[in-house]
């Protein structure tokens, strides 16, 4: 079926990376590249891919993981650090 094809779901994270840049907020990227590795995943092959392309909710659910691990990397790496509030000692306005 067309979801075991990886041209598929690299197209799915490209479409998600392009939604990304269009409102922003890190919420899209971390799917992105789900897609991305699930893609990859799927291209490079094995006994694990062919059983996961055999399966529809297998792959999903493979695919939210990575977006899940992905996501977390991402907010690790690039998000707002614990504990920092934004705080104005002077008047923007003046």
Do not use: C
């Amino acid at each position: 079926m067309w979801w075991s094809e990886w041209w598929v779901w690299m197209v799915a994270g490209l479409l998600l990376a392009i939604l990304e840049v269009l409102a922003p907020g890190w919420i899209f990227l971390g799917f992105a590249i789900g897609a991305g590795v699930t893609s990859l995943f799927l291209l490079v092959g094995g006994p694990l891919a062919a059983w996961l392309a055999s399966s529809l909710p297998a792959l999903l659910v493979f695919s939210a993981v990575l977006s899940l691990l992905a996501w977390l990397a991402l907010r690790r790496l690039l998000g707002s650090r614990a504990g920092s509030v934004k705080t104005y000692d002077e008047d923007i306005n003046g």
